[in-house]
C-alpha cells in the first residue's frame, strides 16, 4: 500500500477532553524534540478566539505534559495554530476548513469526536473538498458489536480507502507491548517452546485500583468487555500468539495478528464471569439499575496447531487491589522427576510486567545450597525499565502522520475482534458484586480450573500445584 506523509493535521472537536489532556501534550512532545513540522487547525463548535485555543493547549500542556514548558518551544507550536468555529452539519464550516488548509494536500483529519457522527463528518469532509489526498484518525470504540461496527467502517470506507484510515487503539503505541513483539521475534530460544507442546495456560490481568473517575455516563454505555476486552486484550493476546510475520512490514505484523482473530473461538456464555464493584451504581452518570460489568473474566481458546488446547485467561476490572497489567505464561513441567522435589515444585514461567513498569522475566528452579538435591524457583530478570518517555499517544500521532500504519487496526482486526466478543454481548449472563480492593468475584476461578490459578499482579509468582493432563 502506498502511504501518503501529512502537511497538516486537523483536530475535530479541539476544545474537547480527549484534546485536551492527550494531543495537545503529545503535540507538543512532538514540537519539542522537532518532529512536527506541519500546521495545526483546530475546528469545533464552541465560540473561541485563536488566543482562546493557544491558552486551552498550554493548560491542557502544563496538567497533563511531562514537565514544565519551554517558552521557546511553546511558542513555535502556538503559532502553528488555527482554529476554525464549525457545525460539523454545516457544509459551509468545511469550506472554510478548506480554506484554513491552504495549500496543503494530505491532511491528516483526527476524530476526537463521538463515533456516532464519524459518517457525517467523513461525508462533510467530502462534499466540502477536504477529503482528496487526505487520510482519517478514528478513536476507539469502533462500535458497540459487529454490526455497528460494520457500519462505522462501511461511513469511513464510503470517503477514505482502508489504507488511509488510522484507528487509534492508544494500547498498541505503548514501550510495553512494542518490547513483547521483540522479545518474541528478536531471540532465537522461544520460538520452539512457544506452543502446546511447552505451554500450559496464559494469563493476562489488567487491574485499575480506581472506578470509573467522573466518567460514569460514558463508562456505562461500554463495560469491561467493550471498553478493555474487545481491543486492548485481544490485541495482546494477537501479539503472544500469532506466528512470525512473513517480514517487518507493517501489513505482514498485521496479517499475522489476524490470521490469530480468526483462529480464535467466538465466546460462550461458560468462558465469560462478569462483575460490578459495590458502589458502582451510586456513580454519577450511572444508571441506578445498570447491568453493566466493572470486571470481566474471560477464557478464550485458539484452534490452531500452536495453540491447540492452551487456555488463554483474561481478567479486566475495575476498584481491584492495585493497578498493574501482567502476562503470565505458564510451562509445563519437564517429563520426568528426577530429583525427590520436583513432583511439587513451581513450574517455569515466562513473565511480562506492563505497568507500572515493563519487566520481562523468566521464572525457573535452581538447587538450594548443601547436600540435598532439592531446589527453590527463582526468577531471572532479563529486562527491566522504568516508564516510556514518550506517551502512546505521541508515538502514534507521530506514525499516522507519516503514513507508518503497523500500530493502528486494520478492519478485518477489527472485525473479527467483535466476531469473537459478539455471542456473549447478545446473552444475558449473570452479573456478580464484588467488593471493591478486591480480585472480583470469586466464581472467576472456574474459568482457571484443570489448567491453572490466577495469578494476582506483582505478587511472587506461585504456581498452583495441579495434575497436568
Known amino acids: ?224 468487555i467493550r471498553d478493555v476486552v474487545q481491543n486492548h486484550m485481544l490485541q495482546m493476546i494477537s501479539l503472544l500468539a500469532m506466528d512470525p510475520p512473513a517480514s517487518p512490514d507493517d501489513e505482514s505484523l498485521r496479517d499475522a495478528k489476524v490470521r490469530v482473530l480468526r483462529s480464535m473461538r467466538p465466546l460462550a456464555s461458560e468462558d465469560v464471569v462478569r462483575g460490578q464493584y459495590r458502589g458502582y451504581l451510586k456513580e454519577a452518570g450511572v444508571h441506578p439499575d445498570s447491568r453493566t460489568e466493572t470486571y470481566a473474566a474471560v477464557r478464550f481458546h485458539i484452534d490452531s496447531w500452536r495453540w491447540a488446547g492452551v487456555p488463554f485467561l483474561v481478567r479486566v476490572g475495575k476498584e481491584m487491589p492495585v493497578t498493574a497489567t501482567e502476562v503470565l505464561v505458564d510451562l509445563r513441567r519437564p517429563p520426568q522427576a528426577l530429583f525427590d522435589d520436583s513432583a511439587h515444585c513451581d513450574r517455569n514461567y515466562f513473565r511480562f510486567q506492563f505497568k507500572p513498569f515493563t519487566t520481562i522475566s523468566i521464572g525457573a528452579r535452581a538447587k538450594k545450597p548443601g547436600d540435598a538435591m532439592v531446589g527453590e524457583q527463582i526468577e531471572m530478570i532479563a529486562l527491566h525499565q522504568e516508564p516510556d518517555e514518550m506517551s502512546a499517544y505521541e508515538r502514534l500521532i507521530e506514525d499516522a502522520m507519516l503514513g507508518q500504519a503497523g500500530l493502528f487496526a486494520r478492519v478485518d482486526e477489527v472485525e473479527s475482534a467483535w466476531r469473537i466478543i459478539d455471542p456473549v454481548l447478545k446473552v444475558n449472563t449473570h452479573l456478580y458484586d464484588y467488593q471493591p480492593s478486591t480480585w472480583g468475584p470469586l466464581e472467576a ?17 506461585k504456581i498452583a500445584h495441579t495434575v497436568e493432563p
Open 1 to 224: 500500500m502506498s502511504r501518503q506523509k501529512a502537511d497538516a493535521l486537523v483536530i475535530f472537536g479541539v476544545t474537547g477532553d480527549l484534546a485536551h489532556r492527550k494531543i495537545f501534550p503529545s503535540l507538543y512532545a512532538m514540537e519539542q524534540r522537532g518532529a512536527l513540522q506541519v500546521p495545526i487547525v483546530g475546528i469545533a463548535r464552541q465560540d473561541m478566539t485563536l488566543d482562546d485555543l493557544i491558552s486551552r493547549a498550554r493548560n491542557g500542556i502544563e496538567r497533563f505534559g511531562d514537565g514544565d514548558i519551554d517558552e521557546m518551544v511553546f511558542k513555535r507550536f502556538a503559532d502553528r495554530l488555527k482554529y476554525v468555529l464549525g457545525d460539523y452539519a454545516d457544509i459551509e464550516s468545511f469550506k472554510k476548513l478548506r480554506v484554513a488548509l491552504g495549500d496543503a494536500k494530505h491532511p491528516l483529519h483526527y476524530l476526537a469526536v463521538p463515533p456516532s457522527i464519524f459518517g457525517m463528518v467523513t461525508a462533510n469532509l467530502a462534499a466540502g473538498g477536504c477529503a482528496d489526498g487526505a487520510s482519517v484518525v478514528v478513536e476507539k470504540p469502533f462500535g458497540r458489536d459487529l454490526e455497528s461496527s460494520m457500519q462505522l467502517n462501511a461511513d469511513l470506507h464510503a470517503v477514505f480507502p482502508e489504507d488511509r484510515v488510522y484507528r487509534i487503539d492508544h494500547y498498541l503505541g505503548k514501550e510495553a507491548l512494542l518490547n513483547l513483539t521483540y522479545f518474541r521475534f528478536g531471540n532465537r530460544f522461544l520460538e520452539p517452546i512457544w506452543n502446546h507442546e511447552h505451554v500450559r495456560s496464559v494469563q493476562i490481568t489488567m487491574a485499575e485500583d480506581f472506578g470509573v473517575e467522573g466518567r460514569g455516563a460514558f463508562y456505562d454505555e461500554a463495560g469491561a
Open 445 to 461: 476461578r472456574q474459568l482457571a480450573v484443570g489448567h491453572t490459578a490466577w495469578h494476582d499482579p506483582l505478587s511472587p509468582v
